[in-house]
């Protein structure tokens, strides 16, 4: 965990550090000077996994010269931005085999590695992980955005990447981001935590779920809370956000004081939900709970939000 200049927490994904160049990017030949370029530079993914050279010091996303890998169609390679050092970086999908292993001239020490992984293993600088999760997310959209949502004609990427335009309709379409509200609940010394069936065993976090058309952020929070845990949540305050691109979300970390305790859940949503004291908070953070339970990583927001907690009461 670093601090931003802006003296905010940089958490895994965010804390990005390309230059999208926006401005730029609709002037006449600027995207295909870039593209030319000696520097240019593209970094790859084989379906959701990002190639990473793993010899490098520190690790990073392997960066390949424009054009020397072959890149899996319908996706274009898209324009990033540029590097804090001015050199264009591109992303693009690349063919491969089962092991994510690309086709063409690629060193032993790239590996085809999923972001989640190479966050529990935090094996990235934190520039690298907030520019891994830019690149997934747009390149996810491309591929599942080929066709216009009003016409169902055929789409094509404008200014680099930047957003597709219709060929039939005209109409642009722009790179969503689909925002999810999550929550730790409290009431005094305890707090709320639930688990759902796919979580690793004995985890518990903070409840989630993705907002709906027409609500604040507090509201979301209250109804989720509500829906799957049966518990009322008066004051929200929010905390943090984090972008997570699985596919391509924004986490917004709140806390919520509840207004009664006895939980009702919905056997849909969540496989068991508990209140936790403190000091089992804090044993679920630093892995001594003496039921062997934990909270999630340092990766996920749902850590940082049990310390926002902590540090709050
Ligand atoms: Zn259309």
Redesign the pocket.
């Known amino acids: 965990m670093s601090t931003s200049k802006f003296g905010q927490k940089v958490i895994t994904f965010n804390g990005g550090v390309i230059d999208r160049v926006a401005p730029q990017r609709a002037e006449p030949g600027y995207i295909e000077g870039l593209a030319a370029s000696d520097a240019a530079r593209t970094i790859c993914f084989a379906n959701d996994r990002a190639l990473i050279d793993v010899e490098a010091n520190p690790p990073r996303a392997w960066r390949t010269v424009n054009g020397a890998i072959e890149r899996k169609e319908p996706v274009k390679r898209m324009l990033l931005g540029l590097e804090p050092s001015g050199d264009p970086l591109f992303a693009q999908f690349v063919e491969h085999d089962e092991d994510g292993r690309p086709a063409g001239d690629v060193p032993s020490s790239v590996k085809a590695i999923d972001l989640r992984s190479l966050a529990s293993q935090d094996l990235v600088s934190v520039e690298e992980f907030g520019m891994l999760a830019y690149a997934r997310s747009m390149l996810n959209w491309h591929a599942t955005h080929q ?7 055929k ?1 094509h990427m404008v200014e680099g990447g930047d957003r597709r335009k ?6 642009e379409h722009f790179p969503r981001t689909d925002p999810v509200v999550i929550i730790v609940v409290y009431q005094g010394d305890r707090c709320l935590l639930g688990r759902s069936k796919n979580f690793v065993e004995g985890m518990y976090s903070a409840l989630a779920g993705f907002m709906e058309p027409g609500e604040t952020l507090e509201d979301a929070a209250r109804r989720e809370v509500l829906e799957e845990a049966g518990i009322h949540v008066g004051k929200v305050s929010y905390v943090m956000s984090q972008p997570w691109p699985f596919v391509s979300s924004l986490m917004m970390g709140l806390l919520g004081e509840a207004l009664d305790d006895k939980i009702d859940i919905d056997p849909h949503e969540l496989e068991d939900a508990r209140w936790f004291s403190r000091d089992e908070a804090q044993s679920l953070l630093d892995g001594t709970h003496p039921d062997g339970l934990k909270a999630p990583n340092p990766f996920a927001i749902a850590h940082h939000l049990l310390l926002a907690y902590l540090q709050k009461t």
């Open positions: 066709f216009c949502a009003y016409c169902g004609g789409t219709c060929e039939d309709c005209g109409r």
